[in-house]
Nanobody, 115 residues
Framework: QVQLVESGGGLVQAGGSLRLSCAAS????????MGWYRQAPGKLRELVAL???????NYADSVKGRFTISRDNAKNTVYLQMNSLKPEDTAVYYC?????????WGQGTQVTVSS
């Protein structure tokens, strides 16, 4: 199993940008999928973006064109660059990884976008 530690959350005004980082411990090369989910108060956790080892990416429709997921294998880290943030992006963001058939989750980082 892989341990995940997120960083980079915070408070930003609408239209601003943030970059989230997720550092993975353990064997990063055993990780087949990494991504980001988010959960707003009173709502279900939802997919934001995924990136495969091939580099292929997948985004929720609500963030396409504004968010970019990337992966640095040398640093065992996945990033989520968030631009043009909206108040509805406010949520706890969780890093996610799949390694040898096992799911791993980070502890979450709060992102708050003020209007």
């Amino acid at each position: 199993q892989v341990q995940l530690v997120e960083s980079g959350g915070g408070l930003v005004q609408a239209g601003g940008s943030l970059r989230l980082s997720c550092a993975a411990s353990g064997s990063f090369f055993s990780v087949s999928v990494m991504g980001w989910y988010r959960q707003a108060p009173g709502k279900l956790r939802e997919l934001v973006a995924l990136i495969l080892t091939s580099g292929s990416t997948n985004y929720a429709d609500s963030v396409k064109g504004r968010f970019t997921i990337s992966r640095d294998n040398a640093k065992n880290t996945v990033y989520l660059q968030m631009n043009s943030l909206k108040p509805e992006d406010t949520a706890v963001y969780y890093c996610y990884a799949v390694s040898r058939g096992h799911d791993s989750w980070g502890q979450g980082t709060q992102v708050t976008v003020s209007s």
